[in-house]
């Protein structure tokens, strides 16, 4: 082969590249291994290693012409850092190059919100960050979106809006919460380059299977490493709480910045049950969940793992009491622990007025019933 052949090339069709993608997926398996307490731990990781794969893959690879967009909801069953089981999340590969329109209807669910964002786990990149944030609360089938995402200002139109982006912006997050899956319908949105580099995008190019192989290897360790990092390095030295992060990784989940997020990791022996007693806020929106180890949502498909503030009962005080146990005492609102000795938990408020944290504490499941 010549000398001066393309390096993508040769490192693209020589296998080269193939080989360290395989390579990188095999060593994140050592996470799992170093990592898990018991054999439900590391089903679930490995597993959790397999879905990321997919998702990092359809995102860096797939979804990887930033001149031809595509706004794709996060693979299915693909739970990363405390996913909200009430979400609907949706995303698109953006370069901070290029100026963006993202149009569509707003539908009737209760919260739409859409984020630019930096930076990527693992890949080199900085700490992933936000860069700007738009929120939509009227939930109103009749509203229409508009918006132009661009590093500088534009001359918006009527009913535009404008979302920010930096040189470094890499991703637009949509995130849509339900209250009620079964009576809100969901926005419809597309997004559109104004600027594209060329009419039509490339069938397959060299750089771009290359550059979308290293990083889907990348993503998955670092991925995997940053939120058994939250778990090891704070959350199982203070378990049985819910506390918000430490400030240096608040903003490492590519969040929502109206968001105040508690996590924690719950533990229980035999004949006992967590309490959380969640105080009356005002707040536009609230949700507490149970998660594995991993920070995956437990199957909130099938079992009941979370409940937000339309599903909650509550007391006559306003507050909702939480019961985390293997079996439904049959009073609060109960959550499964679906086969689990301990895990991750969350407990996020959107647009509250003002914090008061809940009361979280042991108690005999028997004191319950």
């Known amino acids: 082969m010549s000398d001066d052949r393309d390096p993508a090339v040769e490192a693209a069709v020589s296998g080269k590249a193939w080989e360290e993608f395989c390579d ?4 994140a398996g050592q996470l799992v291994v170093d990592n898990s307490a018991d054999d439900l731990d590391r089903l679930e990781g490995f597993r959790y290693l397999a879905r990321l794969t997919r998702g990092a893959l359809d995102s860096y690879l797939e979804q990887g012409d930033t001149s031809f967009p595509v706004i794709a909801p996060i693979p299915n069953m693909l739970k990363i850092g405390c996913d909200n089981p009430d979400a609907y999340y949706q995303r698109v590969n953006v370069s901070g190059r290029h100026t963006y329109r993202i149009t569509g209807s707003r539908g009737t669910v209760n919260y ?5 964002y930096s930076g990527g786990y693992g890949t080199g990149d900085a700490t992933p960050g936000n860069e700007g944030y738009l929120e ?3 939930p109103d089938p009749g509203q229409r979106i508009d918006v132009v995402a661009s590093t500088e200002e534009p001359t ?3 009913g535009q809006r404008w979302l920010p982006m930096q040189e470094h912006t890499g991703i637009l997050m949509v995130r849509q919460f339900h209250l009620d899956r079964t009576s809100e319908t969901r926005a419809e949105l597309t997004i559109e380059c104004l600027d594209p580099v060329t009419p039509v995008p490339d069938n397959i190019d060299a750089r771009r299977l290359v550059n979308g192989l290293a990083m889907s290897q990348l993503f998955v360790h670092g991925c995997a490493q940053r939120f058994i990092d939250w ?7 203070r378990p049985n709480t819910l506390d918000f992060l430490p400030p240096s990784d608040h903003a490492g989940g590519w969040g929502d910045p109206n968001q105040l997020f508690r996590h924690g990791y719950w533990t229980l022996d035999e004949g ?3 309490l ?3 105080p009356a806020i005002d707040a536009y929106y609230w949700n507490f969940q149970l998660n594995n180890l991993w920070e995956e949502s437990l199957d909130y498909r099938f079992l009941q793992v979370t409940v937000n503030q339309h599903s909650a009962r509550y ?3 306003g507050s909702a009491r939480i019961v985390v146990a293997p079996e439904d005492p049959g009073v609060g609102n109960w959550m499964d622990t679906a086969g689990h000795r301990h895990g991750t938990m969350g407990l996020r408020y959107n647009q509250v007025v003002e914090d008061i944290a809940p009361t979280v504490r042991v108690v005999p499941l028997a004191e319950l019933g």
């Not at 778990?231 to 030295?237: A, G, R, T």
């Open 24 to 27: 990188g997926i095999k060593a």
């Open 276 to 278: 959380i007693d969640v």
């Open 315 to 317: 007391e006559d005080d």
């Open 231 to 237: 778990v090891q390095k704070d959350f199982l030295l």
């Open 136 to 138: 939509f609360n009227d």
């Open 156 to 158: 918006l139109g009527a």
């Open 272 to 274: 006992e049950a967590l």
């Open 112 to 116: 739409l919100g859409l984020g630019a």
